[in-house]
């Protein structure tokens, strides 16, 4: 396996990855929007920050590590000029099978970009925007997971975001992600707050880059 930077050519792979990692995926009625909300702004606009493993020989991603260095500057550029094509979608979505999207995805998908500030005191979100400016996504192909190659995407985000002067990074995780919390605390994720959102629980794990 070898660790190089995301490319143009990934991009299906990177569907694929994205889709088969997630449950959530597995069950929605149209698995692409998983795919638009969570992996295509990277994709088109972060391709430098993110990472994939791949096979030696074929070339073909089986995980990927997608990050934005700047998550303030992330959340501008999305809500102004990605989040419009993917509310089109969801509203064309509603429009022919009403009803098919849960309340709990419309709230999900129908907010902007929902981080840390909806859910923190401002004095918290400024220290994790400071401290933590960078934010990952990751996900490995399920029949290559616990084979160690999230540990070798980490570490190589972390000594990209270290060579550009970034401070450390900063995730959100699900509490029910047993999978996802045991990955982080056993890299040395520091737990640093837990959030509600819509009745669920959140965790938000940091690193430094120095750690
Ligand atoms: C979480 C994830 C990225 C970890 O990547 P990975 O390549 O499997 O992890 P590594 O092999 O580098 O590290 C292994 C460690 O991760 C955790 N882990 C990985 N798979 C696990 C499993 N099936 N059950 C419990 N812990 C697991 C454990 O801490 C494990 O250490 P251990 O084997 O000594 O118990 C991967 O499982 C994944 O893509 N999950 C689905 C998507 C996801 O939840 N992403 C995070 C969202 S915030």
């Known amino acids: 396996m070898k660790v190089r930077n995301l490319m143009e ?3 299906t792979a990177l569907k694929e990855i ?6 959530h995926s597995l069950n929605h009625p149209q698995p692409d929007l998983i795919y638009k909300r969570w992996g295509e702004y990277y994709f088109q606009n972060c391709r430098d920050h993110c990472f994939v493993v791949a096979e030696e020989t074929r070339d073909r991603a089986v995980g990927v590590i ?3 260095p700047d998550t303030r500057s992330y959340q501008k550029d999305f809500n102004q000029n990605y989040y419009p094509s993917l509310q089109r979608d969801l509203d064309e979505l509603d429009r022919r099978i009403p009803g098919i999207l849960k309340e709990f ?5 129908r907010k902007k970009e929902a ?4 859910w923190l005191h401002p004095v918290l979100v400024r220290k994790i925007y400071r ?4 934010h990952l996504h990751i996900n490995i192909h399920p029949e290559y997971q616990r084979q160690g190659l999230g540990h070798l995407l980490v570490d190589q985000l972390l000594t990209h975001l270290k ?21 982080y605390k056993k890299y040395g994720f520091r737990s640093l707050f837990e959030i509600r ?5 959140g965790i938000i794990y940091g690193l430094k880059t120095t750690h």
Request: charged share 25%; net charge negative; proline share 6%.
């Open 9 to 11: 050519k990934d991009e």
């Open 18 to 23: 994205i889709h088969l990692a997630n449950p």
């Open 66 to 68: 997608l990050c934005a």
């Open 105 to 109: 995805e419309l709230e999900y998908y």
């Open 115 to 118: 981080q840390v500030q909806d």
């Open 131 to 134: 401290e933590y400016p960078a």
């Open 163 to 183: 060579e550009q002067g970034i401070s450390g990074l900063h995730l959100i995780v699900s509490s029910d992600n047993q999978k996802g919390i045991s990955f």
């Open 197 to 201: 959102p819509r009745g669920k629980t």
